[in-house]
């Protein structure tokens, strides 16, 4: 049980172009989700933080109008790349927590983002 | 500011045991988990401590304390596939995470 997907596992754009990366909760109830991000040989730096039903949080220094992020319901959560640069080009990773279990988190496979 | 440290590599042969320190400073703190990552994959949880002591899960043991703000992995019985980085991480409210900068683990026959 609690398997968390990502679609799609691999995207490369061109620059100027808009990807939408989608988070899924495949067999339990997920109120909040987590976006991080994974530049090569670094640690995991969480971007936003999306509760079904409310706006995401995001941490001090993302761009909310450039990473768009949608929690449509209690399975779904989805990041949008806006107008994607080279320098966006990095490692996506969602997380998902199952309601009621706070301290636990489970990872997605994570979306490989190369823009062109 | 918020910070996690721990040693950027870490070169044992299998069979050994090795240990991984962090130290943590950070605004908020429910507890520390360890996160297991292979190149190109997700990170796979490993542990969590929310009290002071030593929690065993198999070849794998994660100790804190609170009062020095401090924990560690340890893993014994090490393998070839143990190879990976491992990542310890903050549970703050909302169950946020805030990562280290995570320990490369490379084993050697």
């Known amino acids: 049980g609690a398997v968390v997907s990502q679609h799609p596992s691999r995207v490369i754009c061109k620059s100027g172009t808009s990807v939408k990366i989608e988070c899924r909760s495949l067999d339990f109830q997920a109120t909040t989700m987590f976006w991080y991000r994974q530049f090569p040989k670094q640690s995991l730096m969480l971007m936003a933080t999306?509760?079904?039903?409310?706006?995401?949080?995001?941490e001090q220094g993302v761009e909310k109008d450039k990473f768009l992020i949608n929690h449509a319901s209690l399975t779904l959560s989805t990041l949008t790349v806006t107008s994607a640069h080279p320098e966006d080009s990095s490692f996506y990773i969602c997380s998902a927590t199952p309601q009621g279990a706070t301290d636990t988190q489970y990872f997605g496979p994570g979306t490989r983002l190369t823009v062109l | 500011g918020q910070s996690l440290e721990q040693p950027s590599e870490v070169t044992a042969v299998e069979g050994a045991i090795v240990q991984i320190n962090c130290t943590y400073q950070?605004?908020?703190?429910?507890?520390l988990s360890w996160y297991q990552q292979h190149d190109g994959g997700a990170p796979t949880f490993l542990s969590y401590?929310?009290?002071?002591g030593l929690e065993e899960t198999g070849r794998f043991s994660s100790f804190l304390s609170r009062s020095d703000s401090y924990g560690y992995l340890l893993l014994q019985e090490l393998q070839m596939k143990d190879s990976a980085s491992y990542f310890c991480?903050?549970?703050?409210?909302?169950?946020?995470?805030?990562f280290g900068q995570g320990t490369e683990l490379s084993v050697k026959p």
């Open positions: 950070t605004s908020g703190f429910y507890g």
């Open positions: 991480a903050v549970i703050q409210g909302g169950g946020k995470l805030i």
């Open positions: 401590n929310a009290l002071d």
């Open positions: 999306s509760n079904e039903g409310s706006k995401a949080t995001y």
